[in-house]
């Protein structure tokens, strides 16, 4: 199986102040049709999870353009430009190139 | 707007078997590949399988051969039979619709299901 890493899995930040999760995956995530596909998930409280970012970078609809995801070939990053109180939740990274498809451990976003 | 609610019991002997159905609204279970994903309390999220309409399934080989999944397109509904359950098993259980891109947009809200006697 394909194993994603994330880091941190404990991240306090401040209000207003940026944050920034790594994802690593084990193998490249490059797929048949040449994208890569790697996305990103917010789990808030009691919620099933939401896509943020599918391919990489891409943002889906209705979510803040503070968010922005950035990577290639192994190494992926997901930004927050200014952490705002909604943003409290765990993120994960998922790789949609390998069966079985796999997600990170998460990473806990807490406000400090 | 894709509408997808999981249902079944919440509670499941161990060696016996966990069964859900996850009723599909405002869209057709022939489009898409639809997946199952659990989430032990406190843990993070594993894909259990996929399957599509035409019969294409596949499993998570975590799971051996305890796995299940079929679709009923009469009734817009997909299905989860998990066999042998242990502790191990008990999460929350989501139903979900693959995008082209493997990734999930619809989510079921999940159904927590305990193994316990």
């Known amino acids: 199986d394909v194993v994603m890493t994330q880091s941190p899995l404990s991240l306090p930040v401040t209000l207003g102040q940026p944050a920034s999760i790594s994802c690593r995956s084990s193998?490249?995530?490059?797929?048949?049709?040449?994208?890569?596909?790697l996305h990103w998930f917010q789990q808030r409280p009691g919620q099933s999870p939401r896509r943020l970012i599918y391919?990489?970078?891409n943002r889906d609809s209705g979510v803040p353009d503070r968010f922005s995801g950035s990577g290639s070939g192994t190494d992926f990053t997901l930004k927050i430009s200014r952490v705002e109180a909604e943003d409290v939740g765990v993120y994960y990274c998922?790789?949609?190139?390998?069966?079985?498809?796999?997600f990170g451990q998460g990473t806990k976003l807490e406000i400090k | 707007q894709v509408h997808l609610q999981e249902s079944g019991p919440g509670l499941v002997k161990p060696s016996e078997t966990l069964s859900l159905t996850c009723t599909v609204s405002n869209g057709s279970i022939t489009t898409h590949y639809w997946t199952w994903i659990r989430q032990p309390p406190g843990k993070g999220l594993e894909w259990i399988g996929y399957i599509y309409f035409i019969g294409n399934t596949n499993h998570n080989p975590s799971l051996k051969s305890r796995v299940t999944m079929s679709l009923d397109t009469s009734e817009n509904q997909l299905s989860l039979k998990l066999t042998s359950v242990t502790a191990a098993d008990t999460a929350v259980y989501y139903c979900a619709r693959i995008e082209g891109d493997n990734s999930i947009v619809y989510w079921g809200q999940g159904t927590l299901v305990t193994v316990s006697s």
């Open positions: 193998q490249s995530l490059v797929y048949g049709d040449g994208k890569t596909y």
């Open positions: 998922m790789q949609g190139a390998h069966w079985p498809y796999t």
């Open positions: 391919k990489v970078f």
